[in-house]
């Protein structure tokens, strides 16, 4: 049975993120705001991995000067839902 999560990032343009967790992987990644292409792409390419390894491959990933970015906050996002 999946579990929706729903995050509110901080220090990016997207206000919110939302995602299921199932037997450990992710599925319909959303994000309210932000780049709309580029998280797009990423709720593509992370459908149905490791909720965990996607965490760690995105944890420190930065947009400009911002020391985060909506990468980081999903990585954030992850952690908190997984704990």
Do not use: H, W
């Amino acid at each position: 049975m999946s579990k929706e999560y729903v995050f509110t990032p901080q220090g990016v343009c997207a206000r919110e993120i939302k995602f299921e967790i199932e037997d450990g992987k992710i599925y319909n990644l959303r994000f309210l705001g932000g780049c709309n292409g580029n998280l797009k792409a990423i709720g593509k390419l992370v459908e149905g991995k490791d909720a965990k390894e996607i965490a760690s491959i995105l944890k420190g990933n930065e947009c400009g000067n911002r020391g985060t970015s909506c990468a980081d906050q999903l990585a954030m996002a992850i952690e908190q839902a997984v704990q």
